[in-house]
């Protein structure tokens, strides 16, 4: 049985694949500003895990998922965080990046969630971006990565993924916060599997590395 966390490596090699083919050199970003370039060739040599920073005065250390599942509620911090750099361009040739969360949350409990978000890659861009409603996708291997604030989410129970069907995305806050940009937001996500179906809401704190 495949585990989460490989599973996440294997989609996050899928979706560089499709958005930037094994020819080009990608950039991936960790939570404490570290950079690392890469070919799609070399993706099996990637760290995950670097980048952590466990300065309490980082404002990322106060990032976390909470979800309401199955009439609990559940909170997590997001310490760690990969993105893909560029993702692509929106409909104005505005540069996209994906931060997208790599830490199976509530692997213990039987269940994981996950979320990422795309969003533009420039300060000022993002910044002037108004609260709202706004996107989501299936998972990060479908739906757009050319719309800015879309969110993905990502359910396994058992080790079953189960597949997105539905959702909501409500950006709350967007502000600059100790020298990065923090996005805080509310979703809804819908999910089945083999006629189970699931229904997840919750909130997010998204420091943007």
């Given at each position: ?48 895990t670097q980048g952590d ?157």
């Amino acid at each position: 049985m495949i585990s989460v966390m490989k599973r996440v490596i294997l989609l996050f090699a899928a979706v560089l694949l499709a958005t930037v083919g094994w020819s080009q050199t990608v950039t991936l970003k960790f939570k404490n500003g570290t950079t690392q370039q890469f070919n799609m060739s070399d993706l099996v040599s990637i760290d995950f895990t670097q980048g952590d920073n466990n300065n309490g005065n980082d404002p990322m250390s106060g990032d976390y998922i909470q979800i309401v599942f199955k009439g609990k509620t559940y909170t997590d911090a997001t310490p760690y965080y990969a993105q893909i750099l560029p993702v692509g361009v929106d409909s104005q040739n505005r540069k996209l990046t994906f931060t997208y969360d790599i830490i199976p949350h509530f692997e213990e409990l039987g269940f994981c969630f996950m979320i990422g978000l795309v969003h533009f890659t420039h300060e000022s861009d993002l910044l002037a971006c108004s609260t709202g409603t706004y996107g989501c996708a299936r998972d990060i291997m479908a739906d757009d990565f050319y719309r800015n604030l879309t969110l993905t989410t990502l359910l396994d129970i058992d080790y079953d993924e189960y597949n997105w069907v539905g959702g909501t995305h409500e950006v709350k806050s967007i502000q600059k916060v100790n020298g990065k940009i923090q996005i805080e937001g509310s979703f809804t996500s819908n999910f089945e599997l083999k006629g189970d179906s699931q229904f997840i809401s919750g909130s997010y704190r998204m420091t943007i590395p």
